[in-house]
Nanobody
Framework: QVQLVESGGGLVQTGGSLRLSCAAS????????MGWFRQAPGKEREFVGA????????YYTDSVKGRFTISRDNAKNTVDLQMNSLKPEDTAVYYC???????????????WGQGTQVTVSS
């Protein structure tokens, strides 16, 4: 069992930056690949990015490549999402999630956080 808690969301202007953090409970954090997803109002939840268990591999959806960076610290049981050059279309609730093997497939993630709101004003 892994419990995930996101933090760091808020209101930012277009072009600004935010850093989201996801804290995981349990001793097996390094056994899980981690992903970030987001859900905008009236839209389906979508994949944002993922990081492998060791942190060596990362994957991003095209719309955030070059702007968002995922990192993890297995000693601290945290995974972060650094978001730069934010756009109004990045407005969404952002969720972190855990899965045994890194994947972009949402249905394969077993554990989810409660989400944190990110709002980008124009």
């Amino acid at each position: 069992q892994v419990q995930l808690v996101e933090s760091g969301g808020g209101l930012v202007q277009t072009g600004g930056s935010l850093r989201l953090s996801c804290a995981a409970s349990g001793r097996t954090f390094s056994s899980y690949a981690m992903g970030w997803f987001r859900q905008a109002p009236g839209k389906e939840r979508e994949f944002v990015g993922a990081i492998s268990r060791s942190g060596e591999r990362t994957y991003y959806t095209d719309s955030v490549k070059g702007r968002f960076t995922i990192s993890r610290d297995n000693a601290k049981n945290t995974v972060d999402l650094q978001m730069n050059s934010l756009k109004p279309e990045d407005t969404a609730v952002y969720y972190c999630a855990a899965t045994p093997y890194v994947t972009t497939t949402m249905g394969l993630y077993r554990y989810w956080g409660q989400g944190t709101q990110v709002t980008v004003s124009s």
